[in-house]
């Protein structure tokens, strides 16, 4: 195991009996000793934060739905529960530190609200794809930690390496913009240049998001301070 290099529960740890982004995939991630949890945020209709990737569930979209419709949905058809941010805070407040991927705009203020006055705030890393939430984070709490997303224009199957790819792999002038302490590369992204480059400038990195064993023994090689990862055990053997 290598302890300089955080090894990072994505959307907590599921199993396939364990659902992401629920309370259950966090203790789960706290049982396995993962040195961080990272989760996503949103709102819906009757203003709780829920840790949540995407907009909509069957269809039907968080923010349309009060969190007591959603829980009951999909407890009945699919015997879960949504965790609540203030849950998810109340459960690894001292225990293990979180990342909190803010994934709408203009909720950024009711985020910090929601932070219980006990918990550490150096226990917290704020990450978002888009500069001007961390720019409001910043403006917010300027002592917090934020991290900028970036490779999302390698997802498609494009092959043409465009211009919102040359702003991933080139993110110094957004880093700077936004005041962001890290960044939190595309694992495709990570290349010697691209790792000097950021490395030099001060930038904590923290790679998404990497499940096979031979991409983690190449992640490995690079001066990195994090991976995010769904399966927490294989990392540890790895790293």
């Known amino acids: 195991m290598n302890n300089s290099i955080e090894v990072i529960a994505h959307r907590g740890s ?30 819906m209709k009757d203003g709780n934060l829920v840790c949540a990737h995407n907009p909509d569930w069957k269809g039907k979209r968080l923010s349309d739905m009060t969190y007591e419709e959603w829980k009951r949905l999909t407890l009945t058809e699919e015997g879960w529960q949504p965790a609540r941010l203030k849950e998810t805070f109340e ?6 530190p979180l990342n909190l991927e803010i994934k709408e705009k203009d909720i950024e203020s009711e985020v910090f609200q929601a932070i219980p006055e006990s918990y ?21 709490n300027s002592n917090v ?12 199957k494009a092959k043409i390496k465009g211009k919102t790819y040359w702003r ?7 880093l700077r913009e936004t005041d962001a302490d890290a960044i939190c590369p595309y694992y495709n992204l990570l290349d010697l ?6 490395r030099g400038n001060g930038y904590r990195m923290y790679v998404w998001t990497v499940n096979k064993e031979e991409k983690l023994r190449e992640v490995k090689n690079y001066e990195i301070d994090g ?10 053997r790895i790293f």
């Open 193 to 198: 240049n691209f790792e000097s480059r950021l």
């Open 120 to 140: 550490p705030v150096q226990d917290l890393l704020f990450s978002s794809f888009e500069d001007q939430v961390i720019k409001k984070i910043k403006s917010i």
């Open 91 to 96: 459960l690894c407040e001292g225990r293990i």
């Open 168 to 174: 991933d792999y080139y993110p110094e002038t957004r």
């Open 14 to 43: 599921t199993t396939p009996i364990i659902r992401e982004n629920t309370i259950l995939a966090f203790r789960k991630a706290i049982e396995w000793k993962a040195d961080m949890i990272e989760t996503d945020v949103r709102r």
């Open 145 to 156: 930690k934020t991290s900028l997303i970036v490779g999302k224009s390698m997802l498609g």
């Open 227 to 236: 991976i995010f990862t769904d399966d927490v055990p294989l990392a540890f």
